[in-house]
């Protein structure tokens, strides 16, 4: 055969051209395909360019699986972080909430007397809330007005588990007081209005 870069006449068991010394078919490298003679040269390039992309491709895709193991399995973003401790605060405050709620109607009360006042107070309003908070917006309304001259209060008075709640207010302009009344059970935890404004109070 002869040499595809300067034609000279090759023995066929020669490792290399003896005038040019290229390297012969019998000498490639292993993995490099053969072909027929003096066409050996450009599959040896065409071999490495086809390795050199193959290991470029090959460290890409390396690349990219790398990348892709060292990102966060959870990826949040400021919005998702924000909503997720909005929820965390909630629900603690309603585990805190539910928590109070169940000492207040499960703990005895240190008197009857502050007893029968936190039934009454925390009773539903027929306004909406509780019967304590629709009278604190009562007054504040009126003291706005300037309609207010006295404000007496709460006044509780027990006889065994039966008591008398009382709220008294004196308005400008007025002989007698307003006053709401309720009669509370403490052994079956009931109240009961027993005049004009407690029963408008209460729902």
Not at 95 to 121: C, D, I, K, M, N
Request: proline share 6%; with cysteine.
């Amino acid at each position: 055969m002869r040499c595809p870069r300067c034609f000279y006449e090759v023995p066929v068991d020669a490792d290399q051209c003896p005038k040019c010394k290229l390297a012969t078919p019998k000498v490639q490298q292993p993995g490099v395909s053969t072909g027929l003679a003096g066409k050996y040269a450009a599959l040896q390039v065409k071999a490495k360019t086809a390795a050199g992309k193959t290991a470029r491709l090959t460290k890409g895709k390396t690349g990219t699986l790398a990348q892709e193991e060292a990102k966060p399995g959870l990826p949040l973003n400021r919005w998702q972080l924000i909503a997720l401790l909005g929820g965390v605060l909630i629900l603690f405050g309603l585990l805190g909430y539910g928590v109070s709620e169940y000492r207040f109607w499960h703990t005895p009360a240190p008197t009857e007397q502050l007893g029968a006042l936190h039934l009454v107070e925390r009773a539903p309003a027929s306004g909406g809330g509780n019967i304590g908070e629709a009278i604190t917006a009562y007054l504040t309304r009126l003291v706005e007005e300037k309609k207010v001259e006295q404000v007496e209060g709460w006044e509780v008075e027990c006889q065994g588990m039966k008591c008398r709640v009382t709220y008294t207010i004196k308005l400008v302009n007025q002989k007698e007081p307003q006053v709401a009344i309720w009669e509370v059970d403490l052994e079956n935890r009931k109240i009961s209005p027993q005049n004009g404004w407690a029963i408008d109070l209460t729902r």
